[in-house]
């Protein structure tokens, strides 16, 4: 199994009498580095400038390759670029116009004075904004910063750059214009009234890495009191694609997912989401553990939502710590943290165990060690297989979503999606290293978005029924 690299470009100044180019690749190698690609910028009778692409798995690697390196003859490194930093470079994203402005007349029919008549038009009857304005095909990206990824609490600012990743993922899985909104702010109350001011803009608002417990209000009260679709990713996303990695996995181990043990550890923002789309999909014996052990309804918590939990899961009121209530379990799926789950946790559950190590960057427990014990395994990371990832389905829920211009998106729909993603794999293909299709298999938008309008259409909440439909 890989694991993740990063990448940098290294411009050398190379003396062509004394530099020896088969020393330089034997140090990139020695030294941990992979050398991807090289580039001539310019040669003369003395001197080649070269620019060496090369991949590292560790930042370390990279200080130890420059070092070495400069300590070889004829060689002198004139700049380090991280492509990384490199593709960040002034944002990720830009506006383009639809139309051409090449002369007045032009100008004067998509700005002053024409475009008042369009405006006039909408004001008479605001439902036209759908079809003269970007609303139809927006979605706000909306982050206050408080749940970055696995950073936990980052400035807003510094939010930036993954909220403009997922407009980039809108756009290319879906087509779909989403806008990058960090909001100066971590009071749910001026959340909710700032996005609920965004209304007039947008088809959709996503909320992103916001933490909980204020993740769960703030989008209850926004679905109540706005009449477009919201969904909160980190809740829903992960909720969906885990249960449809979760369907396939269970076809592939022939367990019915009613009768099945599922602990779910980390109740929080994806673990309350992942336990309701359980509950909805069937299961009737699901354990919610956190770090005060197994969730049960005889004991009074404190956190917001544990007591509603507690009622409707784990219905043999087993109580104790991870180690304890995972004996029999069918199913581990981690939404806590680093290294939680042990082997011999994994040894102690029920036959052909199924374990989902979700925490990201490091799961709760690495796949080489689950690997022995465990029938299948998924993780969130890029770099194993079978990621459960929220990309695999925030572009095909809002494209649907947006198609027929839902109300909302409601159970029904998103547990319309996880079978649609866990029905891009076949039967016949599934395995335990490809229990979830790839987010760059084209047929997992097109069939979540039919799957979604047909369950909004269904449900009554969808305000029109698309051409294609
Ligand atoms: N793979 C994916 O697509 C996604 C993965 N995640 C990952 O899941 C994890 C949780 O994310 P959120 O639910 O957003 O965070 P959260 O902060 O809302 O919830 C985490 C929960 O884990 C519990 N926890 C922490 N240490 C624990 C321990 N030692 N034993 C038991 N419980 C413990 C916390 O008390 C909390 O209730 C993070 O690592 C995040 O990166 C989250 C969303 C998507
Ligand atoms: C994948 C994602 O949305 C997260 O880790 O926050
Ligand atoms: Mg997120």
């Given at each position: 199994?890989?694991?993740?690299?990063?990448?940098?470009?290294?411009?050398?100044?190379?003396?062509?009498?004394?530099?020896?180019?088969?020393?330089?690749?034997?140090?990139?190698?020695?030294?941990?580095?992979?050398?991807?690609?090289?580039?001539?910028?310019?040669?003369?009778?003395?001197?080649?400038?070269?620019?060496?692409?090369?991949?590292?798995?560790?930042?370390?690697?990279?200080?130890?390759?420059?070092?070495?390196?400069?300590?070889?003859?004829?060689?002198?490194?004139?700049?380090?670029?991280?492509?990384?930093?490199?593709?960040?470079?002034?944002?990720?994203?830009?506006?383009?116009?639809?139309?051409?402005?090449?002369?007045?007349?032009?100008?004067?029919?998509?700005?002053?004075?024409?475009?008042?008549?369009?405006?006039?038009?909408?004001d008479q009857d605001v439902e036209r904004a759908h079809e003269y304005t970007i609303k139809k095909n927006a979605v706000a990206v909306i982050s206050d910063g408080t749940a970055v990824l696995g950073l936990g609490k980052i400035k807003p600012e510094a939010a930036m750059p993954v909220m403009e990743g997922k407009a980039m993922l809108f756009k290319q899985f879906a087509d779909i214009d989403a806008y990058p909104i960090c909001l100066d702010t971590q009071d749910p109350e001026e959340i909710i009234t700032i996005v609920k001011a965004l209304r007039p803009t947008f088809g959709g608002i996503n909320l992103e890495d916001i933490a909980s417990p204020n993740c769960f209000s703030i989008e209850q009260r926004l679905k109540q009191e706005l009449n477009i679709p919201v969904f909160h990713d980190d809740q829903h996303g992960t909720a969906i694609v885990a249960l449809a990695g979760l369907l396939n996995a269970l076809t592939l181990v022939s367990k019915p997912i009613e009768t099945c043990k599922i602990i779910v550890c980390g109740i929080g923002a994806a673990g309350m989401a992942i336990t309701n789309m359980l509950l909805k999909a069937g299961a009737t014996n699901v354990i919610g553990v956190d770090v005060e052990g197994a969730l049960h309804c005889r004991k009074k918590y404190e956190r917001p939502g544990w007591n509603e939990f507690a009622n409707k899961t784990n219905?043999?009121?087993?109580?104790?710590?991870?180690?304890?209530?995972?004996?029999?379990?069918?199913?581990?799926?981690?939404?806590?943290?680093?290294?939680?789950?042990?082997?011999?946790?994994?040894?102690?559950?029920?036959?052909?165990?199924?374990?989902?190590?979700?925490?990201?960057?490091?799961?709760?427990?690495?796949?080489?060690?689950?690997?022995?014990?465990?029938?299948?395994?998924?993780?969130?990371?890029?770099?194993?297989?079978?990621?459960?990832?929220?990309?695999?389905?925030?572009?095909?829920?809002?494209?649907?979503?947006?198609?027929?211009?839902?109300?909302?998106?409601?159970?029904?729909?998103?547990?319309?999606?996880?079978?649609?993603?866990?029905?891009?794999?076949?039967?016949?293909?599934?395995?335990?290293?490809?229990?979830?299709?790839?987010?760059?298999?084209?047929?997992?938008?097109?069939?979540?978005?039919?799957?979604?309008?047909?369950?909004?259409?269904?449900?009554?909440?969808?305000?029109?029924?698309p051409d294609s439909h």
């Open positions: 199994m890989s694991k993740a690299s990063m990448s940098f470009i290294l411009r050398l100044k190379l003396d062509k009498q004394t530099a020896s180019f088969g020393k330089i690749a034997t140090v990139i190698s020695s030294s941990g580095g992979d050398l991807v690609a090289i580039d001539v910028i310019k040669e003369n009778k003395q001197t080649t400038l070269r620019d060496l692409s090369i991949n590292v798995d560790q930042k370390d690697a990279q200080n130890l390759i420059i070092n070495e390196l400069r300590k070889l003859e004829g060689i002198s490194i004139q700049h380090t670029t991280d492509r990384t930093f490199l593709a960040h470079s002034g944002g990720k994203i830009h506006v383009v116009p639809k139309v051409k402005i090449d002369n007045r007349d032009d100008m004067s029919r998509v700005y002053t004075p024409e475009v008042a008549r369009v405006c006039e038009a909408i219905p043999n009121n087993e109580e104790g710590e991870l180690c304890e209530v995972i004996k029999d379990a069918d199913v581990f799926i981690g939404v806590s943290a680093p290294g939680l789950l042990t082997q011999s946790d994994i040894k102690q559950m029920a036959k052909s165990p199924i374990v989902f190590a979700l925490a990201n960057p490091n799961p709760e427990i690495q796949p080489e060690e689950a690997k022995p014990y465990a029938a299948v395994i998924a993780t969130g990371r890029s770099d194993y297989p079978n990621q459960v990832n929220n990309v695999l389905c925030f572009p095909g829920i809002f494209r649907g979503a947006l198609d027929c211009r839902a109300k909302e998106i409601n159970d029904e729909m998103k547990l319309a999606a996880a079978k649609a993603i866990a029905s891009t794999i076949q039967e016949d293909e599934l395995d335990a290293e490809y229990i979830i299709p790839s987010v760059f298999n084209r047929e997992v938008v097109p069939s979540i978005r039919q799957a979604v309008i047909n369950a909004a259409i269904t449900t009554g909440v969808a305000q029109i029924e």
